[in-house]
């Protein structure tokens, strides 16, 4: 069995000013520990399209391995294809990032719904706030060709 593996952006913890990016809290629980920790606050929309274009290149087959990082801390998470179905995610923290945090494994579709859909609330929720930026088009831009990869690859 699988460990579970969760991508997480509250949509309800965004925080929009201008300029400047929107944050919001977005994490991963990764075989039931959270990473960076429950509720880390971010750079959400950046985070997101960062996931979004590594995804699309591992099932474009561009790249074996993508390194997603978060934009305050030291933090990153290396996800690779174990099967054209199956990510591997392992998470790494600390100065150089060197210091191996949590591994999991998780569906590559599971993965591409949580989010695909957590970023639309994400975008929902700016745009009802008022601000939308280069970084909320790139987002939807990138989800869309995510989506596009993912079905034509089925």
Do not use: H
């Amino acid at each position: 069995m699988m460990p579970s593996t969760f991508l997480i952006a509250k949509a309800t913890s965004v925080a929009t000013r201008k300029p400047g990016p929107a944050t919001g809290d977005i994490w991963l629980v990764i075989d039931g520990r959270k990473f960076p920790i429950l509720g880390w606050n971010d750079f959400v929309v950046v985070i997101l399209n960062f996931w979004a274009t590594a995804l699309t290149r591992l099932i474009r087959d561009d790249s074996k391995s993508e390194i997603i990082d978060f934009m305050e801390g030291a933090y990153c998470v290396v996800v690779t294809m174990t099967t054209p179905t199956t990510l591997k995610v392992c998470a790494f923290e600390g100065d150089g990032r060197r210091v191996k945090g949590p591994v999991g494994e998780v569906p590559l579709e599971q993965v591409v719904l949580e989010l695909t859909s957590q970023s639309r609330e994400i975008l929902a929720e700016c745009k009802k706030q008022n601000w939308w930026s280069k970084d909320a088009d790139i987002l939807l831009s990138s989800i869309t060709e995510l989506e596009k990869q993912t079905y034509t690859k089925k």
